[in-house]
């Protein structure tokens, strides 16, 4: 499994901008499919955005479709999380995770490697 530390996220107005990023300790982080959750109050966990291990191929949720950038950098060890035009429904903790290896779902059962969560705030 991979350590995982979230930074960046806070505060910012709807329509604006947010840049997220996680970094990865161990030295296998670079065969690791990650991806980006959040989580709201009240509800359940969902899936943001996946990055493949070459950073070729990634996958967004149709509620960030067109607004959010996954990006990874393998020799930094860390994968990044671009938000624009946020809305107050982006208002939600964001988890960084790694997907277990021979899994290829994007449900949260199958990612066992998560990061602690950094508030990501919108206001109207």
């Known amino acids: 499994q991979l350590q995982l530390v979230e930074s960046g996220g806070g505060l910012a107005q709807a329509g604006g901008s947010l840049s997220i990023s996680c970094a990865a300790s161990?030295?296998?982080?670079?065969?690791?499919?990650m991806g980006w959750f959040r989580q709201a109050p009240g509800k359940e966990r969902e899936f943001v955005a996946g990055i493949n291990w070459t950073g070729g191929t990634t996958t967004y949720g149709d509620l960030v479709k067109g607004r959010f950038t996954i990006s990874r950098d393998n020799f930094k060890n860390t994968v990044y999380l671009q938000m624009n035009s946020l809305k107050p429904d982006d208002t939600a903790v964001y988890y960084c995770?790694?997907?277990?290896?021979?899994?290829?779902?994007?449900?949260?059962?199958?990612?066992?490697?998560w990061g602690q969560g950094t508030q990501v705030t919108v206001s109207s």
């Open positions: 161990g030295l296998t982080f670079g065969t690791y499919y």
């Open positions: 995770a790694g997907r277990r290896q021979g899994y290829y779902g994007l449900g949260s059962d199958d990612f066992d490697s």
